[in-house]
């Protein structure tokens, strides 16, 4: 069974653009949640969705927003990229009521 | 919210030996507590996880142990191997909050050989 894809795996981008990463769950999971990975702040939580609609989400601010579709894939974007956004984004899956998270290798965001 | 802290940060123990690390939460209402782990270049890998109405939890190597009274859990690693080494997270969850999962800081364990 193939696991969490993020898409893609590298990305490098200048301060003011906005950027778009793709997460596929596992097959048959349906919520997806995100995170943020720095060396300074570590893994905090962006938001989660469960059959499209958004269910949770953290204390970031309105630049970052997410999606998902119908077949349960997932977007977030990030508008107005700062120096500060350089990080890694994590993708998860998890299935129905599931509290167990399954991560991907997430999508390494270079902002310059 | 909830807050978590995670000691050590690093952690180095000979191959076979035994490793442990240690994290307390604050929020009495969190009920699940998983542990991770990461290799370089990876994403986190759930390894095991407790919830809030069992007190320990073992599988093979690895064990989970949890203190709700003294908000305390622990992560105990026996016979330590090589491909041990890697950055181990600890987490809780908020009653309530979804999949929403509040993380350690990290331990960065190097098993010698």
């Known amino acids: 069974k193939a696991g969490v894809t993020q898409t893609p795996r590298y990305l490098i981008k200048t301060r003011g653009q906005q950027v778009t990463l793709s997460c596929s769950p596992i097959s048959g999971h349906r919520s997806v949640s995100w995170y943020q990975q720095t060396p300074g702040q570590g893994l905090q939580f962006l938001f989660e969705y469960f059959s499209e609609t958004q269910r949770n989400k953290g204390n970031f601010p309105g630049r970052f927003s997410g999606r998902q579709f119908s077949n349960s894939r997932s977007e977030m974007n990030v508008s107005t990229l700062e120096l500060g956004d350089s990080a890694l984004y994590l993708c998860a899956s998890s299935l129905g009521g599931s509290e167990k998270l399954f991560f991907g290798s997430g999508t390494q965001l270079s902002v310059l | ?113």
Do not use: M
Not at chain 2, 59 to 75: E, G, M, P, W
């Open chain 2, 1 to 113: 919210g909830e807050n978590v802290e995670q000691h050590p940060s690093t952690l180095s123990v000979q191959e076979g030996d035994s490793a442990v690390i240690k994290c307390t939460y604050s929020d009495s209402a969190s009920n699940y507590f998983p542990w991770y782990k990461q290799e370089l270049g990876k994403g986190p890998q759930l390894i095991i996880d407790i919830r809030s109405n069992v007190g320990e939890k073992k599988d093979q190597r690895i064990a989970v142990t949890l203190n709700k009274t003294a908000k305390h859990f622990s992560l105990h690693i026996t016979e330590t191997q090589p491909e041990d080494s890697a950055v181990y997270f600890c987490a809780a969850r908020l009653s309530g909050s979804a999949r929403q999962l509040t993380f350690g800081s990290g331990t960065q364990l190097t098993v010698l050989p």
